[in-house]
């Protein structure tokens, strides 16, 4: 991953932090309690801010159906534990099939 990361452009990695960082994004917390589609929240047990983020959208909306803390994983979950995300997300996609999420 190190290795990956090295051969990153800095000018687009800066343009991509300006643009599409969290900062950037506009607050969708008081749209939360509108969503009707269910929701899985993954989280790396490393990445404490977004445990902490994730744990309040969780108690935020009965959709938010799971909330599944990925252990001995920080931030990127997908690279540092692919096989509990992929199962996670493989067991959610099967728990709401397509004619549960269209209705």
Avoid: C
């Avoid at 950037?24 to 990445?47: C, F, H, M, R, T």
């Avoid at 534990?81 to 209705?103: A, P």
């Amino acid at each position: 991953m190190i290795e990956s990361r090295l051969e990153n452009n800095p000018l687009a990695l800066a343009k991509s932090l300006q643009f599409m960082g969290n900062g950037y994004q506009p607050s969708l917390w008081e749209k939360l309690e509108a969503n009707q589609i269910p929701l899985l929240l993954l989280v790396g047990e490393y990445d404490e801010k977004f445990v902490h983020i994730n744990t309040a959208m969780y108690y935020r909306n009965s959709l938010v159906t799971q909330l599944q803390v990925i252990p001995k994983a920080g931030h990127n979950i997908h690279l540092e534990n692919t096989r509990d995300f992929v199962d996670h997300l493989g067991n959610f996609i099967l728990e709401n099939s397509t004619s549960k999420l269209i209705q």
